[in-house]
């Protein structure tokens, strides 16, 4: 009788059990606990972006040869959306138009004043697979059009391939996760008088959530770049390695700043020699 006892104590145990351990195992297709809208393989339904981006980089001087520093400070405005595909599948689509101040020094600008106009604007399509709670992956490509003309953009048509993955810190906390990205930017028509794109972008992002819903990431911007195009001005090698890293606050359920500062360390190929960039991210 006893032993009889035991045996459906146990049974009912398992059977309660056995559907919490399941789907704890589970991932969401969209997870949006602690979501600050900056996380690529976890994109909310909606995200408006309101950015400031300031940088210096080296620049074409008022002598042929020399060199000089030019700041570019951008205001840029972003949108994203996301779309259930089906179960654990997510099509993320993003669109940036960059809002320009520049002070370049060239024949018809030859005291560096500053100049104000549109850059480059771009388009972006992602597939996410979320495999697990703890891994995702992902790829997609982002395309620029060379809408800035020849003061505030490229002058080339570009498309950046894109293929990551994500891997969930749980034992830390929800917010907390390994993210590692790789792009390719290359260009394939416009003016063929401007300089060939290609090169390589890395970002082993590592965000690590804080109390009171701050948060840190190390190399949220895939700044780690391998120039295989065209040289640009300054350019003595091929690798640009900097120290890059983000501090922000969730403000509230919907509404996320941040703050990103990035200096180099290796600027063989320079594409920045300060920046810093500042975030106000609204989800819905």
């Known amino acids: 009788m006893v032993g009889r006892t035991l045996f459906g104590a146990c049974l009912l145990v398992a059977v309660i059990v056995r559907p919490t351990i399941a789907s704890s195992q589970e991932a969401p297709s969209r997870d949006q606990s602690a979501n600050t809208g900056n996380d690529f393989f976890r994109p909310p ?9 300031y940088k210096t980089a080296p620049g074409s001087g008022s002598t042929k040869g020399s060199i000089t520093n030019v700041t570019t400070e ?26 320009l101040a520049k002070n370049p020094i060239s024949s018809s600008n030859p005291d560096g004043d500053y100049l104000y106009g549109a850059g480059d604007a771009d388009v972006q399509a992602a597939v996410i697979h ?15 059009a060379p809408t800035g003309g020849d003061t505030f953009g490229s002058g080339k048509w570009q498309i950046m391939p ?4 994500r891997y969930a810190l749980w034992e830390i906390n ?9 792009r390719y930017d290359v260009s394939f ?12 972008q890395f970002a082993p992002t590592f965000n690590l959530g804080l109390p009171d819903r701050w948060f840190i990431t190390f190399y949220p911007s895939a700044d780690i770049r391998i120039n295989f195009g065209d040289p640009i001005t300054g350019q003595t090698g091929r690798l640009f390695l900097p120290f890059d890293a983000r501090i922000g606050r969730k403000l509230s359920d919907n509404v996320a700043l941040s703050f ?4 180099p360390i290796i600027r063989d190929y320079p594409v920045y020699n300060i920046k810093t960039q500042v975030r106000l991210n609204v989800t819905y």
Request: hydrophobic share 45%; aromatic share 10%.
């Open 130 to 144: 979320n495999l697990s709670q703890r891994w995702a992956v992902g790829f997609g490509a982002r395309l620029i």
């Open 45 to 53: 339904s909606n995200l408006f972006q309101m950015m400031t981006y």
């Open 174 to 182: 929800s917010s907390s996760y390994i993210e590692p990205i790789v």
């Open 189 to 200: 028509a416009g003016d063929p008088t401007k300089r060939n794109i290609s090169n390589l």
């Open 74 to 99: 951008t205001f840029n405005l972003r949108y994203d959306h996301a779309l259930d595909l089906a179960p654990m599948w997510i099509l993320a689509l993003r669109s940036d138009l960059p809002l």
């Open 162 to 165: 894109i293929v990551g993955a």
């Open 260 to 263: 990103e500062l990035g200096v």
